[in-house]
Nanobody, 115 residues
Framework: QVQLVESGGGLVQPGGSLRLSCAAS????????MGWYRQAPGKQRELVAT???????NYADSVKGRFTISRDNTKNTVDLQMNSLKPEDTAVYFC?????????WGQGTQVTVSS
C-alpha cells in the first residue's frame, strides 16, 4: 500500500505563486511516475503535470510555462511550483502515483485564486 499526503494549498491572488508538495510513503517501487491532477467544481478531473522516476515531465497546455513539476527520489516527494496563477486554476489538486500498474491518490488540497 502507498500513502500520499499533499500540502501547500491555499488562497492566492491572481498573478501569485503557490508550491504544492506531495510525500509518498509505504511500499514504494523505484520505477514509477507521479503527477498532479486537479478538479474544479462541476468539471472532470484533469491532468496538470506528471514526472517519471527518470525525470521526464509532461504538462497540460494550460499550465505550460507557468507550472513546474519536480521530484526528489531520496525523499519520495514531488512538488508543483505554480506561478502566474489565474482564477481558472482554482480547483482541488490531487497527487497521484503510479507503480506496478496501480494508481494511488492523495486526499487533495484546495487551491483558490481570487482577488
Amino acid at each position: 500500500q502507498v500513502q500520499l499526503v499533499e500540502s501547500g494549498g491555499g488562497l492566492v491572488q491572481p498573478g501569485g505563486s503557490l508550491r504544492l508538495s506531495c510525500a509518498a510513503s509505504g511500499n514504494l517501487y523505484s520505477i514509477y511516475y507521479m503527477g498532479w491532477y486537479r478538479q474544479a467544481p462541476g468539471k472532470q478531473r484533469e491532468l496538470v503535470a506528471t514526472i517519471t522516476s527518470g525525470g521526464r515531465t509532461n504538462y497540460a497546455d494550460s499550465v505550460k510555462g507557468r507550472f513546474t513539476i519536480s521530484r526528489d527520489n531520496t525523499k519520495n516527494t514531488v512538488d508543483l511550483q505554480m506561478n502566474s496563477l489565474k482564477p481558472e486554476d482554482t480547483a482541488v489538486y490531487f497527487c497521484n502515483r503510479n507503480q506496478m500498474a496501480v494508481a494511488y491518490w492523495g486526499q487533495g488540497t484546495q487551491v483558490t485564486v481570487s482577488s
